[in-house]
T-cell receptor, first 113, second 115 residues
Framework: DTAVSQTPKYLVTQMGNDKSIKCEQN?????MYWYKQDSKKFLKIMFSYNNKELIINETVPNRFSPKSPDKAHLNLHINSLELGDSAVYFC????????????FGPGTRLTVT | QQQVKQSPQSLIVQKGGIPIINCAYENTAFDYFPWYQQFPGKGPALLIAIRPDVSEKKEGRFTISFNKSAKQFSLHIMDSQPGDSATYFC??????????????FGAGTRLAVHP
């Protein structure tokens, strides 16, 4: 059983395009996150949602817009893609007050050409 | 501003060796210190975590040592195996900040265990 799943696994697109990455968790967690892992493997949080409400919004360009239709899903839409957006994007989830362990998805490798 | 500094960047040991990865933090409000393991093409997975009320935590072959006064913590892998070859990340968070666990990650250590 997949706990945190993401689609697609790979995404290759051209500069200027708009793309979305989807994330779903079946753990019953209240909180979901988006992380960006750059080419040097540095992991940085981008957003966090708790029960469909935006909680954490790091310094991320406005071109990135998360959307949470329900607490099991957190999607990431990126407008006007730039070369610097190329990275691996990870979705994660955790339970507030539940030990704080974050469960990560398998990642989406985005390549902007 | 890098709030969690991790070293070394890469590490090579022989099978059975004890690799040690070190992390230092700046924010004294941090009270949760996990280590994550990431294999190529996979997402990070929690390995072991510690809170500052203890100085050491052991789970199987993995041990965290914590020095609150020095604001440092480290991961030791006993009897390392080739299957331990992965990238290891330390992290820190302030679990009291509204209950939402914003993890600040170190830069990662790529470990290779040779047979």
């Amino acid at each position: 059983d997949t706990a945190v799943s993401q689609t697609p696994k790979y995404l290759v697109t051209q500069m200027g395009n708009d793309k979305s990455i989807k994330c779903e968790q079946n753990l019953g967690h209240d909180t979901m996150y988006w992380y960006k892992q750059d080419s040097k493997k540095f992991l940085k949080i981008m957003f966090s949602y708790n029960n469909k409400e935006l909680i954490i919004n790091e310094t991320v360009p406005n071109r990135f817009s998360p959307k949470s239709p329900d607490k099991a899903h957190l999607n990431l839409h990126i407008n006007s893609l730039e070369l610097g957006d190329s990275a691996v994007y990870f979705c994660a989830s955790s339970q507030v007050g539940g030990g704080y362990e974050q469960y990560f998805g398998p990642g989406t490798r985005l390549t902007v050409t | 501003q890098q709030q969690v500094k991790q070293s070394p960047q890469s590490l090579i040991v022989q099978k059975g060796g004890i690799p040690i990865i070190n992390c230092a933090y700046e924010n004294t409000a941090f009270d949760y210190f996990p280590w994550y393991q990431q294999f190529p093409g996979k997402g990070p997975a929690l390995l072991i975590a510690i809170r500052p009320d203890v100085s050491e935590k052991k789970e199987g072959r993995f041990t965290i040592s914590f020095n609150k006064s020095a604001k440092q913590f480290s991961l030791h892998i006993m009897d390392s195996q080739p299957g331990d070859s992965a990238t290891y990340f330390c992290a820190a968070s302030n679990s009291r900040s509204g209950g939402y666990n914003k993890l600040i990650f170190g830069a990662g250590t790529r470990l290779a265990v040779h047979p």
